[in-house]
Structure formats: structure tokens, C-alpha cells
């Protein structure tokens, strides 16, 4: 016998990693976090999520990084969908696969983007119908960059990088990025940036107006000249490997480089497509870095795609 309801299909999500043109860090706030004024670009380097109804709560890895990416209920995926079905009182349990792309542990937010596609993958699969401004809400519980995954293009963060707001760019960037082996963890950066700075006055951060120029210009150049990373001298003090890798990049003919949120990875804006080949055999060849991948941004935030045929 047919029955009259069946069960909704799986859904699939593909997500975007992240780089930071600006990441300005302002003093500590009481709940320990710092404030922050950045500017967020979303690159073509993804993850893929799809969530499917399960008789209980679960999440595996797939691809080059599965056996680094924890399964259990500490994953940020799952845990992003059992925060949902819990503020909009769902219980239908689902099964949460991520097809891992996205450097692990590397800046790029890779863990907060698989939160940001389970976020857009749980509201479709449950037809709960939320707006773009009440998921980026759920996503701010879950991580500082989880909204920007949502959002994706180009877009400027404060508080403490959760509160987003349009910013007016032009062209699409080359990007390459070297992903190192060495581990950085993020709350170690920062601890390292406040003892960098000692007894220092740090006032709060604010938004740089050359860089937001350099974006109406669509020019690689120009824009090459406004990166900036207030956590690089610490990542840098941690791991000073990271400072020659940075000028290796430089001294192969990338217009500019920085470090990708708190590291390790380290990104470096070029000219163009051939530009960007040509730099990523150059670092490839220094065995710099454990690997090397090319990307171009702005992209679209987390959003669904066909399910994919096996
Ligand atoms: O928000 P998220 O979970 O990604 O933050 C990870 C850690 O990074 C925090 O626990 C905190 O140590 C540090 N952090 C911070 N200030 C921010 C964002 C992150 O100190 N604005």
C-alpha cells in the first residue's frame, strides 16, 4: 500500500570557506571574547552537507579530512541541527554527512561553514520556512563566523564578528592558499595577541575606509595593499615558520599575502587565473606547505544543490 504522506527527500547544501580582508581585534570583552571589526570574503573552496531523517541523531565525514573532523555530538554540524529542531520544536531526528573540502583547523572556518549548511539544509528538510535574518540568528549561538557562511559574497563583522552588514564590492579575486600542517588553535592566538600587546591601551576596532575604496575598485592591486591581520603578528610569534612562508609567497610574485583568521593557513591575493597556477607550482615546489589551493571570491553563502547521483 502507498502511503498518502512520504518521507521529504534528502537535502544537500554547499558551502563556501571564508577569508578575512581586515580582521581588526579590539580589546577583550567580559565574556572573554574580543571585539572585532573585519571584512569577510567567501571563497570557492567548499563543503558539502546533506541531512536526511534518521531514526536517532548522527553526523559522519567524508573526504581527505574525515578522520580529523570529530563525528560525535561535539560536531558543530550536529550540533547546529539539534539547536534548530530544539528553538523550533521539531522532533524528527536527522543524519547529518559532510563532504569535507575545507582546510580543517586552518582559519577558513570550515567547521562554522558545515554549521551554517546544516542550518540551511535542517529549515529546508523541515519546511520550517525561516528567513536568511532568523537563521543567521540561530547561527550567531553557534560561532562568530557561522552567520557570514550563510550570508557568503562580501560583508564587513562586529561585535565579535557575528554582527554582519553589507559591504559595496566590485570583481571577483584570484586567491591561493597554503595550508600548513601546524596546528594553531584559535583561543591560543588570541591569548597570544592580548600578551603581545601587554598593558597597551587597545581602543575599539574600526572598520578601515581605504580597504572599502579598494573594493569598489574591482582592482587586485589596490586591494592587495589593504589586507590586514591584527592576529598575524601572533600567529607568526607561535608558529614563526608561518612569517617565511608569507614571503616566499610574496617573493613568487603574489600582489599580497596574510594570514587567514587565526592561521594557519595563509592566503595570497594574485593577478589572475595564470597567476594563481603559477604561484600555487612555486609553493607547492618549496614544500612550504602541506598544500596548496587556488580559489576565487566573492561566492554565494551556504545554499542547496541538486542531491548529487551516486
Ligand atoms: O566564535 P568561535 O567559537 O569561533 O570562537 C572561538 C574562540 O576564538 C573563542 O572561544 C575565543 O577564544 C576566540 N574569539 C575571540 N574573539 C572573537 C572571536 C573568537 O576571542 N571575536
Not at 173 to 202: K, Q
Amino acid at each position: 500500500m502507498t502511503s498518502a504522506y512520504s518521507d521529504p527527500a534528502p537535502v544537500t547544501v554547499r558551502v563556501p570557506a571564508k577569508v578575512n580582508l581586515e580582521l581588526l581585534v579590539g580589546p577583550a570583552r567580559d565574556d572573554g571574547f574580543h571585539t572585532l571589526s573585519t571584512v569577510y570574503q567567501a571563497v570557492s573552496l567548499h563543503d558539502d552537507v546533506t541531512v536526511a531523517l534518521d531514526d536517532d541523531w548522527g553526523c559522519s565525514v567524508h573526504g581527505p579530512y574525515a578522520d580529523v573532523v570529530p563525528s560525535g555530538a561535539s560536531n558543530l554540524a550536529l550540533r547546529a541541527a539539534r539547536l534548530l529542531a530544539d528553538e523550533t520544536a521539531i522532533d524528527t531526528p536527522v543524519h547529518v554527512s559532510i563532504v569535507k573540502s575545507i582546510p580543517v583547523a586552518g582559519g577558513m572556518a570550515g567547521g562554522s561553514a558545515d554549521a551554517a549548511a546544516t542550518l540551511v539544509a535542517c529549515d529546508r528538510l523541515w519546511s520550517l520556512g525561516l528567513s536568511t535574518e532568523e537563521l543567521e540568528e540561530y547561527a550567531a549561538e553557534l560561532g562568530s563566523d557561522v552567520p557570514f557562511l550563510i550570508r557568503g559574497g562580501t560583508a564587513m563583522g562586529s561585535g565579535r564578528g557575528e554582527r554582519l552588514a553589507p559591504v559595496l564590492a566590485r570583481g571577483s579575486y584570484h586567491w591561493v592558499f597554503a595550508i600548513s600542517d601546524i596546528g594553531l588553535s584559535t583561543p591560543e592566538v588570541y591569548a597570544e595577541c592580548d600578551a603581545l600587546r601587554g598593558d597597551t591601551p587597545v581602543p575599539d576596532p574600526v572598520p578601515n575606509p581605504e580597504l572599502m575604496s579598494a573594493l569598489r575598485t574591482g582592482d587586485p592591486h589596490v586591494l592587495a595593499r589593504q589586507l590586514t591581520n591584527d592576529l598575524q603578528p601572533a600567529a607568526i610569534s607561535l608558529r614563526p615558520e608561518l612569517g617565511e612562508l608569507l614571503k616566499s609567497g610574496l617573493a613568487f610574485g603574489a600582489l599580497g599575502g596574510v594570514v587567514s583568521g587565526s592561521g594557519p593557513t595563509v592566503a595570497f591575493l594574485v593577478e589572475d587565473v595564470e597567476a594563481a597556477i603559477d604561484l600555487t607550482v612555486a609553493l607547492t615546489a618549496t614544500g612550504a606547505a602541506r598544500e596548496v589551493r587556488k580559489a576565487v571570491g566573492p561566492v554565494h553563502g551556504a545554499h542547496v544543490i541538486p542531491a548529487r547521483v551516486d
